[in-house]
């Protein structure tokens, strides 16, 4: 998923995403036009490859070319303050079933996934609870702004949707996962089960989508 295009269909349809800028290959941006931290992110990779916390202008272009190793379209965006979780949405168009909301609880630095020598043992500075430990009203609020988030983007079958829920309330996109893991230690099976649906259950849901489209 292009990032950079993920936001702005989201956007237009009325759902918030953090402040954000792309550049493209040779472009190198006034680093003082930001307010720190930011995120630098290859546009179209995924697995936290490439991507940098920056804290000050001084690191934005070493942060630059580390996540030009991975894409010659750099998204430089907000850091959004608040609890990271996600939602996975299973089906097509208005027919659509949600897992459990999760919640990444970080001990220090940020979030990275499929980095880890040894992933089926945890990440070694965040633990993912499921259920998410918020309020129902916050839980219901995350479920429909991921069902819209996939709507919009015109997703189907499965997807996970990764989104910031702050202290007021509101729901930010942080992106989407179209190819969700599906092992033993991955966030989408366990949200599923959650809620009810065994990985089993899951891949039949999606065979049977796939055939019927």
Do not use: W
């Amino acid at each position: 998923m292009d990032k950079s295009l993920t936001y702005a269909i989201v956007r237009n349809a009325g759902i918030a995403t953090p402040d954000f800028l792309t550049i493209n290959t040779g472009d190198m941006p006034d680093a003082g036009q930001f307010v720190y931290p930011v995120f630098v992110k290859p546009a179209r990779s995924g697995s936290s490859f490439g991507v940098s916390k920056v804290s000050n202008l001084d690191e934005l272009p070493e942060a630059i070319e580390r996540a030009r190793q991975y894409d010659t379209k750099i998204l430089i965006e907000q850091m959004i303050s608040g609890s990271e979780v996600g939602c996975a949405v299973l089906g097509t168009g208005n027919d659509l079933f949600v897992g459990e909301v999760d919640q990444i609880q970080l001990s220090h630095g940020f979030f990275r996934i499929h980095q880890e020598k040894n992933p089926e043992n945890g990440s070694e500075n965040s633990t993912i609870k499921v259920p998410a430990d918020i309020s129902d009203q916050d839980k219901k609020r995350v479920q429909e702004t991921a069902k819209l988030i996939y709507r919009a983007l015109g997703c189907s079958g499965l997807a996970r949707v990764d989104m910031f829920l702050q202290e007021d309330g509101q729901v930010v996109l942080n992106e989407v996962n179209t190819m969700p893991g599906c092992t033993s230690y991955s966030r989408y099976p366990r949200m599923m089960a959650a809620a009810g649906l065994t990985l089993a259950d899951v891949i039949e849901r999606v065979v049977a989508l796939a055939m019927e489209g």
